[in-house]
């Protein structure tokens, strides 16, 4: 099953009240206004060194001489 | 599949090292899981944001979520959810932003993009 279908299903079980689902889909559209809209196809990785979960600094540079890099930004754990 | 094609994966969020997993898990996990704790890289790569009042109400007062337990004091900052696949040179050859989290890039996508980069 593709992520697609596997996140519906999920949504359709979690069954959130229209209520809230406005308030979501507006806070959505506030974000796209404000610009955030991230890197294009074609441009260049801004590089950078952050801490990973035992406290090693990983380089972006130094990983992508290694071969390529998926980089995926995520919201948190929660 | 996607380290057995030759590529590293690295997952960037918000949040502060101490809160993100247990000891085990930060021994477990294979990929990096990176803390922008300043904000900095979210920044760099457009994606940053400051959570709206109305939102921030309903994380409080309907879900019980406290960002600020998770990214520190003051912090009800976020990045739009992307995935940005990197060649060698950093220059993203495939990628997917969109600030509705339901909405994400396939992995057999991100294969595909890896499979491009280094011809397999």
Redesign the interface.
């Known amino acids: 099953m593709?992520?697609?279908d596997q996140?519906a299903e999920f949504?359709a079980k979690r069954d959130r009240p229209p209520e809230?689902m406005a308030?979501?889909h507006?806070?959505?559209?506030?974000?796209?206004e404000?610009?955030?809209?991230?890197?294009?196809?074609?441009?260049?990785?801004?590089?950078?060194a952050?801490?990973?979960?035992?406290?090693e600094i990983?380089r972006?540079?130094d990983?992508?001489?290694?071969?390529?890099?998926?980089?995926?930004?995520?919201?948190?754990?929660? | 599949m996607i380290r057995s094609l030759g590529a590293d994966l690295m997952a960037i969020s918000p949040e502060l090292p101490d809160n993100m997993l247990t000891m085990a898990e930060k021994h477990a996990i294979p990929i990096d899981i990176l803390s922008d704790a300043t904000s900095e890289v979210m920044k760099k790569y457009r994606l940053w944001f400051e959570v709206s009042a109305e939102v921030k109400a309903l994380y409080l007062e309907k879900f019980g979520l406290n960002l600020e337990k998770y990214n520190g004091a003051g912090r009800w900052e976020l990045p739009v959810p992307a995935t940005y696949i990197l060649d060698t040179g950093g220059i993203v050859r495939a990628g997917q932003a969109d600030p509705d989290y339901t909405v994400r890039m396939e992995p057999a996508e991100v294969v595909v993009a890896i499979r491009k980069i280094v011809g397999g």
């Open positions: 593709s992520l697609k996140i949504n809230v308030i979501v507006r806070g959505n559209e506030y974000v796209k404000s610009g955030a809209s991230g890197l294009r196809i074609g441009e260049r990785a801004p590089d950078f952050l801490p990973n979960q035992r406290g990983v972006l540079s990983r992508l001489s290694m071969g390529p890099v998926v980089l995926n930004f995520y919201r948190g754990v929660w």
